[in-house]
T-cell receptor, first 114, second 116 residues
């Protein structure tokens, strides 16, 4: 298993600004993932972040809007850039520990853009 | 294109009875399926999974059934308890060839309410 800590847990931001969300894991993991859950919707994968390489983005998500850092095997950040009210969502960090057949999630960051 | 669908937004069940949550998928490449439970203000927590080589997997009160020909899976909770009240998400992935188990396609979720 893995224990994941996300910061901040929630924030209210002005449109046009950026917010960086941090994800810290209690063990080394190769693969980390960032998901978004828009109000009333399912979780949607934004990107896969592997240490030492550029993040891989899913269709509909671009690096300029959601830059990701993965400086080591226990930490990652997701930045939501130039925010608009449409970016109001829950953002979740997820990891796949070695030899595991399931992913573990952080508690999420509830973002409201006003 | 919603590749994983949970057509029931909500389900209400009496304590002690069976809860059945359903999930359909369209992508025949999916070969590994998971159920997650989510409480408000928390991240999803893993509940149970099933590989496409099986048609049933049990873990205590939770059983997942997979019907590959119908592209349908269901989660049975017996007996249901008030603490089971949460949002349940069905998820799917491609596990073959070393693809990550963490790269998941989720359904919309079903809100389960278990009444005492």
């Amino acid at each position: 298993s893995a224990v994941i800590s996300q910061k901040p847990s929630r924030d209210i931001c002005q449109r046009g600004t950026s917010l960086t969300i941090q994800c810290q894991v209690d063990s080394q993991v190769t693969m980390m993932f960032w998901y978004r859950q828009q109000p009333g919707q399912s979780l949607t994968l934004i990107a896969t972040a592997n240490q030492g390489s550029e993040a891989t983005y899913e269709s509909g998500f671009v690096i300029d809007k959601f830059p990701i850092s993965r400086p080591n095997l226990t930490f990652s950040t997701l930045t939501v850039s130039n925010m608009s009210p449409e970016d109001s969502s829950i953002y979740l960090c997820s990891v796949e520990p070695p030899m595991s057949t399931e992913a573990f999630f952080g508690q999420g960051t509830r973002l409201t853009v006003v | 294109d919603q590749q994983v669908k949970q057509n029931s937004p909500s389900l209400s069940v009496q304590e002690g009875r069976i809860s059945i949550l359903n999930c359909d998928y369209t992508n025949s490449m999916f070969d590994y399926f998971l159920w997650y439970k989510k409480y408000p203000a928390e991240g999803p927590t893993f509940l149970i999974s099933i590989s496409s080589i099986k048609d049933k997997n049990e873990d205590g009160r939770f059983t997942v059934f997979l019907n590959k020909s119908a592209k349908h899976l269901s989660l049975h909770i017996v007996p249901s308890q008030p603490g089971d009240s949460a949002v349940y998400f069905c998820a799917a992935t491609f596990s073959a060839g070393g693809t990550s188990y963490g790269k998941l396609t989720f359904g919309q979720g079903t809100i389960l309410t278990v009444h005492p």
